[in-house]
């Protein structure tokens, strides 16, 4: 039972326009989200979270959003970089896991210049 | 970046023979994680240590052991290693749990033949 879901494996923009990259959930326990990059042969490298008592939250070119009846989260890039082609990995996890995190399968992001 | 280091990096071993993955960290972090990452499944948790000598199977743990007997490392054992068990390791730490980030070695590419 796949809890976290990106249902995209692949994502293609141009340079400097929007990129969105989608996460459905279905455990309506959790709590806290974050969205991960990764390059190849690389480690992930945290990107940006958001907990449940918001519904947005935003760090330079990167916003979260967070709707929770639709139990849906989506990453916002503005504008696009080449830079940003990379794997996006989205996770949650819930208070009194002990922190584990549950991931979703991953979108590639490409952004052509 | 956080300062955690894997070793080996790259291992390629014979179906049946023992392997050791080692995560080794800087940060002083209570919190340590073994994760596998497979095409179509994201990243999924193998075992987890919330402190030294105290260790917890995550959701994929058949056929993989940990130990941890200092703070800064945790010790991911194959006890007899298969082709199912071909994949990238990664490490990761996290200060706390809860609304706490992880942050993720480099992983460890492993090929059982």
């Known amino acids: 039972d796949q809890q976290v879901k990106q249902n995209s494996p692949s994502l293609s923009v141009q340079e400097g326009r929007i990129s969105i990259l989608n996460c459905d959930y279905t455990n309506s326990m959790f709590d806290y989200f974050l969205w991960y990059k990764k390059y190849p042969a690389e480690g992930p490298t945290f990107l940006i979270s958001?907990?449940?008592?918001?519904d947005k939250n935003e760090d330079g070119r990167f916003t979260v959003f967070l709707n929770k009846s639709a139990k849906h989260l989506s990453l916002h890039i503005v504008p696009s970089q080449p830079g940003d082609s990379a794997v996006y990995f989205c996770a949650a996890s819930f208070s009194g896991n002990t922190g584990k995190l549950i991931f979703g399968q991953g979108t590639t992001l490409q952004v052509k210049p | 970046d956080a300062g955690i280091t894997q070793s080996p990096r790259h291992k390629v071993t014979e179906t049946g023979t023992p392997v050791t993955l080692r995560c080794h960290q800087t940060?002083?972090?209570?919190?340590m994680y073994w994760y596998r990452q497979d095409p179509g499944h994201g990243l999924r948790l193998i075992h987890y240590?919330?402190?030294?000598?105290?260790?917890d199977k995550g959701e994929v743990s058949d056929g993989y052991s940990v130990s941890r007997s200092k703070t800064e490392d945790f010790l991911l054992t194959l006890e007899s290693a298969t082709s199912s068990q071909t994949s990238v390791y990664f490490c990761?730490?996290?200060?706390?749990?809860?609304?706490?980030?992880?942050?993720f070695g480099p992983g460890t590419r492993l090929l059982v033949l």
């Open positions: 958001i907990s449940s008592i918001k």
């Open positions: 240590s919330y402190g030294v000598k105290d260790t």
């Open positions: 940060e002083n972090h209570r919190y």
């Open positions: 990761a730490i996290s200060e706390a749990w809860g609304e706490e980030t992880q942050y």
